[in-house]
């Protein structure tokens, strides 16, 4: 797991007898685990040699909203196309395992100071036991948080404690997911820059699976979405309920097109 190096002068203070300053909560009340609603974007995703660069387009018809542009460093064929219209299916079913968490997860109480400086100041704790997803009572947060001018969250890393088993036939024993994000502007929020997962798990208790995975965001575009009722957000796109943990639902597509 990427750790943040601060300088050697570092003041530590017991949050839990203090509280959480106040540009942590101003951090948190504008952060978004995922890009936030209303954004386009391309996502170039790499696990060991293969490779992919996908687009979202929220203006688009909810099938359409993610396309594959590239897959192995060329155009897809029309073969990759197929299964990768058929793994977005499955994502959109809500089949597949995924991290994922928004900020109202967090149990902000459990969020204790780690290290600080003049700039920076880094938070650990946990998520909400009465969630309903179990893998996220298996996970510590860590929550670095640029202070000044606008406090932000710069990184935030997801770390599995201890081994989860989703199913009877599968088991996680290692997650580690970072997530940098770019500083606001008065002209942008802060955005998803780069995203790294390590994943080493079993399947069927007999195949082992390891994934070192990377995810790079660019192409931002402000763009009007397609209309949706309020109970159906747009295919792909996060809503106010749950947005991705961008470290393992996007970037399995890369897996999910190979041959």
Not at 23 to 49: D, I, M, Q, R
Not at 103 to 113: A, E, Q, Y
Not at 124 to 152: A, C, Q, S, W, Y
Request: aromatic share 10%.
């Amino acid at each position: 797991m990427v750790r943040h190096l601060f300088p050697l002068a570092i003041v530590f203070t017991n949050t839990a007898a203090l509280g959480l300053p106040p540009w942590f909560h101003a951090a948190l009340a504008s952060f978004n685990s995922s890009a936030p609603f209303g954004w386009a974007y391309t996502v170039s995703s790499t696990c060991g040699s293969k490779t992919s660069v996908e687009r979202f387009d929220p203006s688009l018809s909810p099938e359409a909203q993610w396309s594959l542009l590239k897959f192995a460093k060329k155009p897809p064929s029309d073969a990759d196309t197929i299964r990768y219209r058929k793994y977005r299916a499955t994502i959109s079913s809500g089949s597949m395992l995924r991290a994922t968490f928004v900020r109202d997860d967090i149990n902000v109480p459990s969020m204790k100071l780690v290290r600080e400086n003049g700039e920076q100041a880094e938070f650990r704790g946990r998520f909400r036991n009465e969630l309903k997803d179990k893998l996220l009572d298996h996970l510590e947060l860590t929550l670095t948080i640029h202070k000044k001018p606008v406090p932000f969250v710069e990184k935030a890393i997801l770390h599995l404690i201890t081994s989860f088993v989703p199913v009877i036939s599968a088991r996680i024993d290692e997650l580690d997911v970072t997530m940098t994000f770019s500083a606001p502007t008065p002209e942008l929020p802060a955005l998803p820059l780069r995203v790294t997962s390590h994943f080493i798990g079993r399947a069927f208790w007999i195949k082992s699976i390891a994934e070192d995975i990377e995810l790079t965001y660019c192409g931002f575009k402000r763009i009007q979405p397609l209309r949706q009722s309020k109970d159906r957000p747009a295919t792909g796109a996060p809503s106010s309920k749950r947005q991705a943990c961008l470290g393992r639902e996007a970037s399995i597509s890369i897996l999910a097109t190979a041959t």
